[in-house]
């Protein structure tokens, strides 16, 4: 699971559709209380911008016309634990994955 936080225009629809669904993951992994150590240390989700993600996902994905049917569960974290993304790795690393990505983020 990863939260990309690149500008959602800049992202094709197969990994918009997939962080959407990672957004989900996360709340199911926060409200079944299991540890989230491992994206933390491997900067991968910011806890405190879940929700604000997840509505950018989901208005990108109105905007392409694609059906949006599943609300963001709600969820509760400890402050302490609130996480980082290194938006440049992760713009390179999309980069590196997916060809339609590249040429939107370039």
Do not use: A
């Not at 996902?57 to 980082?84: A, T, V």
């Amino acid at each position: 699971m990863r939260m990309w936080g690149v500008p959602v225009e800049n992202m094709c629809n197969k990994h918009l559709l997939g962080e959407h669904v990672e957004m989900h993951m996360f709340v199911g992994t926060i409200n079944k209380n299991k540890k989230m150590d491992g994206y933390f240390k491997n900067k991968l989700v910011v806890i405190s911008e879940i929700k604000k993600r997840h509505n950018d996902l989901r208005n990108e994905m109105i905007r392409r016309g694609i059906n949006h049917k599943s609300e963001l569960p709600e969820f509760k974290w400890n402050k302490l634990e609130m996480g980082e993304i290194d938006i440049e790795e992760n713009k390179k690393e999309l980069k590196r994955r997916c060809e339609e990505c590249r040429i939107k983020l370039e």
